[in-house]
Protein backbone atom coordinates (compact mmCIF):
# COMPACT_ATOMS: atom_id res chain seq x y z
CA UNK A 1 0.00 0.00 0.00
CA UNK A 2 1.30 3.76 -0.91
CA UNK A 3 2.57 5.26 2.37
CA UNK A 4 3.62 9.09 2.74
CA UNK A 5 5.23 10.18 6.14
CA UNK A 6 5.96 13.69 6.98
CA UNK A 7 8.63 14.57 9.76
CA UNK A 8 10.49 17.73 10.47
CA UNK A 9 7.93 20.55 11.38
CA UNK A 10 7.97 21.76 14.66
CA UNK A 11 8.08 25.46 16.55
CA UNK A 12 10.40 27.83 14.82
CA UNK A 13 10.87 31.52 15.37
CA UNK A 14 10.42 34.24 12.06
CA UNK A 15 13.79 33.72 10.25
CA UNK A 16 14.51 30.34 11.26
CA UNK A 17 14.72 27.33 8.98
CA UNK A 18 13.17 24.00 9.34
CA UNK A 19 13.87 20.83 6.90
CA UNK A 20 10.66 18.88 6.22
CA UNK A 21 10.86 15.06 5.39
CA UNK A 22 8.66 12.34 3.58
CA UNK A 23 9.30 9.22 3.78
CA UNK A 24 7.55 7.10 0.85
CA UNK A 25 6.52 3.16 0.14
CA UNK A 26 4.57 0.89 -1.71
CA UNK A 27 5.32 2.22 -4.71
CA UNK A 28 7.95 3.33 -7.16
CA UNK A 29 8.98 7.02 -5.93
CA UNK A 30 11.28 7.50 -8.48
CA UNK A 31 8.75 6.80 -11.22
CA UNK A 32 6.84 9.79 -9.37
CA UNK A 33 6.35 13.77 -9.63
CA UNK A 34 5.95 14.64 -6.28
CA UNK A 35 4.34 17.66 -4.89
CA UNK A 36 4.18 19.87 -1.13
CA UNK A 37 0.78 21.35 -0.63
CA UNK A 38 -0.22 23.45 2.72
CA UNK A 39 -2.92 24.19 4.22
CA UNK A 40 -2.89 27.67 6.75
CA UNK A 41 -5.39 27.75 9.73
CA UNK A 42 -8.58 28.56 8.37
CA UNK A 43 -7.37 28.71 4.68
CA UNK A 44 -7.73 26.29 1.81
CA UNK A 45 -4.84 24.05 0.35
CA UNK A 46 -1.72 25.76 -1.34
CA UNK A 47 0.32 23.97 -3.43
CA UNK A 48 3.94 24.89 -2.47
CA UNK A 49 6.24 23.14 -4.63
CA UNK A 50 7.10 20.23 -7.15
CA UNK A 51 9.53 18.14 -8.60
CA UNK A 52 10.01 15.70 -11.28
CA UNK A 53 10.99 11.98 -10.62
CA UNK A 54 14.87 12.50 -11.86
CA UNK A 55 14.96 15.59 -9.12
CA UNK A 56 16.74 18.00 -11.91
CA UNK A 57 13.22 19.94 -12.21
CA UNK A 58 12.03 21.79 -9.61
CA UNK A 59 9.25 24.48 -9.45
CA UNK A 60 7.78 26.77 -6.27
CA UNK A 61 4.98 29.24 -5.36
CA UNK A 62 5.86 32.57 -5.82
CA UNK A 63 5.85 33.44 -2.07
CA UNK A 64 8.21 30.85 -1.29
CA UNK A 65 10.52 30.76 -4.42
CA UNK A 66 14.57 31.79 -3.18
CA UNK A 67 13.51 31.01 0.32
CA UNK A 68 12.58 27.19 -0.05
CA UNK A 69 14.37 24.18 -1.95
CA UNK A 70 12.65 21.01 -2.53
CA UNK A 71 14.69 17.91 -3.53
CA UNK A 72 14.51 13.46 -3.06
CA UNK A 73 16.35 11.07 -2.60
CA UNK A 74 15.66 7.81 -4.88
CA UNK A 75 17.78 5.67 -3.68
CA UNK A 76 16.25 6.36 0.28
CA UNK A 77 12.83 6.83 -1.22
CA UNK A 78 12.62 10.51 0.97
CA UNK A 79 11.29 13.67 -0.38
CA UNK A 80 12.73 16.84 1.46
CA UNK A 81 11.55 20.54 1.95
CA UNK A 82 14.14 22.94 3.05
CA UNK A 83 12.83 25.97 4.46
CA UNK A 84 14.72 28.76 5.02
CA UNK A 85 13.76 32.42 6.39
CA UNK A 86 11.50 31.02 7.20
CA UNK A 87 7.93 33.84 7.60
CA UNK A 88 4.71 33.81 10.57
CA UNK A 89 2.35 33.63 7.24
CA UNK A 90 4.23 30.17 6.64
CA UNK A 91 2.81 28.79 9.93
CA UNK A 92 0.60 25.97 7.98
CA UNK A 93 0.16 22.12 8.14
CA UNK A 94 2.45 20.86 5.41
CA UNK A 95 1.95 17.95 3.08
CA UNK A 96 3.41 15.74 1.11
CA UNK A 97 1.86 14.45 -2.32
CA UNK A 98 2.06 12.42 -5.40
CA UNK A 99 1.45 12.79 -8.46
CA UNK A 100 0.14 10.33 -10.86
CA UNK A 101 -0.94 11.46 -14.05
CA UNK A 102 -1.95 14.88 -13.24
CA UNK A 103 -4.14 14.02 -9.74
CA UNK A 104 -2.94 13.72 -6.62
CA UNK A 105 -3.85 10.39 -5.92
CA UNK A 106 -2.04 9.73 -2.49
CA UNK A 107 -1.39 12.46 0.66
CA UNK A 108 0.52 12.03 4.18
CA UNK A 109 -0.82 12.66 7.05
CA UNK A 110 0.98 16.32 7.33
CA UNK A 111 3.61 17.55 9.40
CA UNK A 112 3.01 21.16 11.67
CA UNK A 113 5.11 24.03 10.74
CA UNK A 114 4.71 26.98 13.11
CA UNK A 115 6.56 30.36 13.15
CA UNK A 116 6.04 32.69 15.95
CA UNK A 117 7.92 34.37 18.25
Known amino acids: QVQLVESGGGLVQPGGSLRLSCAAS????????MHWVRQAPGKGFEWVSQINPGGDTTYYLDSVKGRFTVSRDNAKNTLYLLMNSLKPEDTALYYC??????????WGQGTQVTVSS
Open 97 to 106: VRDTWFRYDY
Open 26 to 33: GFTFSSSW
